[in-house]
């Protein structure tokens, strides 16, 4: 048997209904309504998901042209609670009912700039008509002295998300020929609920 108590009021007299679930959940699940009255049992910060790619030596780099904006792809995965990342493709999709406010990070270290060279890294987002650009970081110069240099730039976003929306990590540089892309790093978790 299931026991509930009832609210001591409810708004205009009107009957509540919850369905619950037909199980107890899995250990740190909580219940999540889809507004109509329907439970069911959600894992917090959940979907999430974390890729990487490796240094050159352990088989793991991007080639990327010169002064193109190019998805990244980092194909090696730490997990994915939900499935929802692609490691062919490098892309994110928003599984359905898990639309809400995401945290996304994104790193990569871009080997071959020169002195006074940029960098930077962009999320872009496709609601269905295709991708285009919503967050990206500073352009970073690197006047370090440094000549075919190797370094290494982060970002960090918050965005809110519908079930469908679909997100991808892209790099640019300015050095002038075609440069390696490695220590790719793309992860995301969702807030709460």
């Known amino acids: ?27 740190n699940q909580v219940l999540q309504t889809d507004g109509s009255g329907n439970l069911t049992w959600v894992a917090l910060n959940s979907p999430a998901f974390a890729a990487y790619q490796m240094e050159p030596s352990f088989g793991g780099n991007q080639l990327i042209d010169n002064d193109t904006w190019t998805a990244l792809t980092p194909s090696q995965e730490e997990y994915d609670t939900d499935s929802a990342y692609n490691t062919s493709t490098g892309e994110f999709v928003v599984p359905a009912n898990k639309g809400g406010k995401y945290i996304f990070n994104g790193f990569a270290r871009c080997s071959g700039l020169d002195d006074g060279e940029q960098m930077a890294l962009k999320l872009y987002k496709d609601t269905g008509s295709g991708y285009s650009a919503i967050e990206w970081t500073e352009t970073i110069s690197f006047n370090d002295g440094d000549t075919n240099g190797t370094h290494g730039h982060s970002m960090h976003a918050t965005l809110s998300l519908n079930a469908g929306d679909k997100i991808k990590l892209y790099a640019w540089h300015e050095e002038g020929s075609a440069v390696n892309f490695s220590l790719l790093r793309f992860s995301s978790y969702r807030l709460g609920l």
């Open 1 to 27: 048997s299931v026991s509930i108590d009832a609210p001591a009021s409810t708004t205009g007299g009107a009957d509540v209904t919850l369905t619950l679930p037909v199980n107890d959940g899995d250990a």
